[in-house]
């Protein structure tokens, strides 16, 4: 497919500026990657859509036009920033947990587990009664049906898939309810006047953004917004597990700060900060903030014209609303990795080459935040903006597949260097992959540095 097809379709959808899309350049074709899916095309229309509507927002509060350019294997490679990032002189260790990834039940069909957080891990085991060791984990499965593992996984708060094949996820009920909602969803939800914002130098300066995410496609989001010059914060509890390596790679251009919302100090201290935002940024199951006070309801009313922004594993309505999952999860469960091993030969689950509904979805968060924010300039309201994994998927198999697209070789540290840049960290020099996008005007850069969570005062500047 033609990526200026699908940009285009996300970009009227949104009821944007259509001469807006003539400032916009695409290079390249798939296959950038090793996948039978276009996941290049993915990568670079959403990265593109996300900074066509930065530049739309620079342009309604006084700026000139300005041409946007994305390569796409450029736009491919930031879709792995997280695999390629690395820390002067420190040697990456594997990222997943020994028991994490893919296995063969008892009835012959395949289940992928996540046990990269400690609790998930040591609820697996529970349920499981075995050990902390593949082998045993393997042979405990063998008891088990893949359909019973993924719903006792559920039942207890973990995250499982059985892998199904496209025409098993198109007739189940959560897919039925998936494609019943767009690709970004954007709700008005409240009342509020009209808010501009000055002329600036920046797309975002002066916008106050508060990230309450992790993992990658919420993170991601916010580095974006951060990116095009807004203040971003990171919000994070001391009491949650979160991933270093990602923490490294996605919190370029973030303050973080620690708070724990359970306490009334914490709470309360977030609300202050809300009260001061313009845009909120939180990956909880759906309703999983509505109990500590943070519903988009409840941020409406502490800050009338808030654009709220929500991240969801399988969408906000249908049986499956609840249920927690990663993009690895839901690429099992919706088909993804069953077409992409029958592609390659082989029975066992394959993954996409890059994490790219956490990625796409990532950027359709920003996309649909700053088209909200655009709408609360010239309408006033308050907003809701819905996106998640599974759509995303969706809206990445509807892209089409690509002929001998798993013939081309996986990208290396040497092979992406012309991409990288080194700046520095709260951990030393940080080599990363610099961002897609290609600003004529106002070029993209992290003002401030990725620093290990909890560094900052829970404070705007």
Sequence with gaps: MDPHQPLSALWSEAGLPADALDDVYLTGADPVLPS???????????????????????????GRRQNVSVDMRHAAIEFLSEHFARIEGETPSDPWDPIAGTYQCGDGRWVRIHTNFPHHRDGFLRILGCAYDRQAVATALQSWSGFDLED????????????????????????????????????????????????????????????LTRVIAGPVCGRTLAAHGADVMNIASPNVPNLPRLVVDTGRGKLTAHLELREKAGNDRLKDLLSEADIFVQGYRPGGLADLGFSPQDAARIRPGIVYVSLSAYGHVGPWAGRRGFDSITQTASGINHAEAEAAGQTAPKALPCQALDHGSGYLLAFGALTALTRRMHEGGSWHVQVSLARTGRWIRDLGRVRNGLAIARPTTETVSDLMET??????????????????LTPTRWDRPSMPLGTHPAAWP
Excluded: Y
């Design 36 to 62: 039978s899916f276009a996941v290049g095309t993915a990568a670079q229309v959403t990265i593109a859509a996300a900074s066509l509507a930065a530049v739309n927002v620079w342009r309604q509060r006084g």
């Design 152 to 211: 006792a996984a559920a039942g207890n708060g973990l995250c499982a898939a059985a892998m199904r094949d496209f025409a098993e996820w198109d007739a189940h009920p959560q897919r039925q309810a998936v494609i019943s909602q767009p690709l970004v969803k954007i709700t008005r939800i409240g009342d509020a006047p009209p808010r501009g914002l000055p002329p600036a130098e920046r797309p975002l300066s002066g916008v106050r953004v508060l990230d």
């Design 423 to 440: 700046s520095e960290s709260g951990w030393g020099k940080l080599h990363t992959v610099r961002h897609a996008a290609d600003l004529s």
